[in-house]
């Protein structure tokens, strides 16, 4: 299998913006799930937000309202858009592929995704 790719990271202050992307398997795009996770530095992996064939979205409460996944079919992309960003959010950004529709509260947890990518850092300045 093919591991799904992150861009966009990089360095940017408080209360500002940016678009992280993932290229994903069309497939799991269509048909799994793509969810967003990141780790800060000493800390576990976290749940960010997923899109279950790319028709539903869920994300985690510390950034609803502020993150918006996205989904370009015809270019297999899912982005991550993250707006009002805080020092908080500083982590390295993993974008991960399921090959089946995750139900519920399975779709938080990183053990049920099969395929991820490297990473990409975004830190947040004060």
Do not use: H
Request: glycine share 12%.
């Amino acid at each position: 299998q093919v591991q799904p790719v992150e861009s966009g990271g990089g360095l940017v202050q408080a209360g500002g913006s940016l678009r992280l992307s993932c290229a994903a398997s069309g497939r799991n795009i269509r048909s799994g799930t793509i969810g967003w996770f990141r780790q800060a530095s000493g800390k576990e992996k976290e749940f960010v937000g997923a899109t279950k064939r790319s028709t539903s979205t869920t994300y985690a409460d510390s950034v609803e309202g502020r993150f918006t996944i996205t989904t370009d079919r015809a270019k297999n992309l899912v982005y991550l858009e993250m707006s009002s960003l805080k020092p908080e959010d500083t982590a390295v950004y993993y974008c991960a592929e399921a090959y089946s529709g995750l139900i519920g509260v399975l779709v938080r947890r990183p053990d049920k995704y099969d395929d991820w990518g490297q990473g990409t850092q975004v830190t947040v300045s004060s």
